[in-house]
């Protein structure tokens, strides 16, 4: 089966110890259909030979291989014969991505068989392939999900905390006065919109999927709990960074009103001090005959003066009534 080399990514048969063994296609193929090991298939379905891994060597029903391969995906869970589907989403890792541009991974379990899905490489499977190699990491298909869920769970952890310290610092900025870039602002608020309309079904995925299957033993179970509860806690953050963004904007959006308003401000008292100056040029502007002190040395030092007064007594009566 050398023409199915290109979609899969990696499989190994765990040795029950934390260890897995990698294996090639044509041990992939031995191990799958009579060894009683435990076996992990990765795949990336953007190859056109996806369909035989899942229906020849796999053997998957048509049903199922539809579910895997659908094109718009959700996270969910759903039971399929002596199996289970579900779509988990991650953070994208890959060079030049958006953190937010989550990646699926399409899941089906069996209590001795994995296949997992995905389109782009997804750094928490990677983590997880590195503790096989390590003999460090699940002991079983149940245990394999378990550290999988982890690895998505964590890394959008650490994604929040992130993201908090971004927001933290667009706080601190504007607390000190300092100018909060609008379009950073955008550019944060972005996440948190993708990670609610993710996060908030996975966790109902992950509750479900502790009680779902009747293969998961105890400590899988307890772990995907813990993991739906972690995850609950960073969409309440994700739902909490969302107002403290919005807050900030509006504050943002009230200091530049408060500027524009001080700004018009000035310019109408500048505009009401020198109106009468300006009526007044205007009047012994005109060229006609009677003009008071054109034939005068002393005309044009009085009409300073008297503008001087005309602009000083505007500025006191403005004084007064505290309009300035």
Request: proline residues 4%; hydrophobic residues 45%.
């Amino acid at each position: 089966m050398s023409d199915m080399d290109t979609a899969l990514v990696a499989a190994y048969r765990l040795n029950g110890q934390g260890g897995g063994e990698l294996l090639s296609v044509s041990e992939l193929q031995t191990a799958w259909a009579g060894d009683e090991a435990p076996v992990w298939m990765h795949l990336d379905f953007r190859h056109d030979d996806i369909a035989a891994y899942l229906n020849d060597l796999a053997e998957l029903d048509e049903t199922v291989v539809e579910a895997l391969l659908e094109e718009d995906t959700r996270p969910r869970v759903a039971k399929f014969g002596r199996g289970i589907i579900t779509t988990l989403r991650g953070v994208n890792h890959n060079p030049g991505a958006a953190l937010d541009d989550m990646i699926s991974l399409r899941v089906w379990m069996t209590p001795k068989r994995m296949i997992t899905l995905r389109r782009r490489p997804l750094k928490a499977a990677s983590d997880v392939r590195e503790r096989l190699d390590a003999g460090e990491g699940a002991l079983s298909v149940p245990d394999l999900l378990a550290w999988l869920v982890e690895a998505l769970v964590d890394q959008v952890g650490d994604y929040s905390h992130q993201l908090d310290n971004s927001l933290g610092e667009l706080e601190e900025l504007q607390l000190a006065k300092g100018a909060v870039d609008a379009d950073d602002l955008t550019r944060l608020r972005r996440p948190f919109i993708t990670l609610r309309r993710f996060m908030g079904p996975q966790r109902d995925c992950l509750s479900q999927l502790a009680q779902s299957p009747q293969w998961l033993d105890e400590s899988t179970q307890v772990a995907l709990r813990e993991n739906a509860n972690q995850l609950s806690r960073y969409v309440e953050d994700f739902s909490a960074m969302q107002e403290r963004a919005l807050i900030l904007q509006e504050q943002i959006w009230s200091e530049h009103n408060e500027q524009l308003n001080q700004r018009m401000y000035m310019l109408a008292i500048i505009t009401t001090v020198f109106l009468p100056l300006s009526f007044l040029t205007g009047l012994l502007g005109i060229n006609v005959g009677g003009i008071p002190g054109a034939d005068s040395p002393y005309g044009f030092a009085i009409f300073i003066t008297l503008t001087l007064v005309m602009g000083l007594g505007v500025m006191w009566l403005l004084k007064r009534k505290h309009w300035w």
